[in-house]
C-alpha cells in the first residue's frame, strides 16, 4: 500500500509542478499558433510525466 501511496504522490507533485511552469512560463514564450504547436502543447505534459516516472 506505502508503494502505490508514494507513486501517486510523486505523479501529484509532478502534474503540479509541470502545470505551475506551464502557467507561469508560458505567457512568456512567444510561441506562433499553429496546429503543430498544439499538438504538442497537448501532448507534451503526458510524455514529460511518463519519462519523469520511468
Do not use: D, E, H, R
Request: avoid cysteine; aromatic fraction near 6%; hydrophobic fraction near 55%.
Amino acid at each position: 500500500m506505502n508503494t502505490n501511496t508514494g507513486f501517486i504522490l510523486k505523479v501529484f507533485l509532478m502534474s503540479i509542478a509541470l502545470s505551475l511552469t506551464i502557467k507561469y512560463a508560458g505567457p512568456i514564450l512567444s510561441i506562433p499558433p499553429t496546429n503543430l504547436n498544439a499538438l504538442i502543447a497537448v501532448l507534451s505534459p503526458s510524455i514529460i510525466i511518463a519519462a519523469l516516472l520511468g
